[in-house]
């Protein structure tokens, strides 16, 4: 079965730092893109960053540019999200999320699937 579990989440103070993790199985990781999307209470859902089947190419949404990182290794089917200088704005649930075409920009919701639970990230002081 195809399995995305994100970790890593938590509470931080604005300013500090978090790195997120999603596990995957059930599938050929090398053969996808990857991305990370978020979801604040009341409002859509919002492309963080997306990666290349084998990291080559990496896009970010306009709002966490400088700021994140999205890595993979395929033998270790994992993907992880650096997270610096996080401000109040970033509190939201984030999801690990497959493409179903290319990493490009910018991130379309309906370009992605197999969405899991997410994990919470609460920045405040």
């Known amino acids: 079965q195809l399995q995305f579990v994100e970790s890593g989440g938590g509470l931080v103070q604005p300013g500090g730092s978090l790195r997120l993790s999603c596990t995957t199985s059930?599938?050929?990781?090398?053969?996808?893109?990857m991305g990370w999307f978020r979801q604040a209470p009341g409002k859509e859902r919002e492309g963080v960053a997306c990666?290349?089947?084998?990291?080559?190419?990496?896009n970010y949404g306009d709002s966490v540019k400088g700021r994140f990182t999205i890595s993979r290794d395929n033998d270790k089917r994992m993907v992880w999200l650096q997270m610096n200088s996080l401000k109040s704005e970033d509190t939201a649930v984030y999801f690990c999320?497959?493409?179903?075409?290319?990493?490009?920009?910018?991130?379309?919701?309906?370009?992605?699937?197999?969405w899991g639970q997410g994990t919470q990230v609460t920045v405040s002081s």
């Open positions: 990666i290349s089947t084998s990291g080559e190419v990496t």
């Open positions: 059930g599938f050929s990781l090398s053969n996808f893109p």
């Open positions: 999320v497959r493409g179903i075409y290319y990493c490009d920009s910018p991130l379309q919701e309906d370009e992605y699937m197999n």
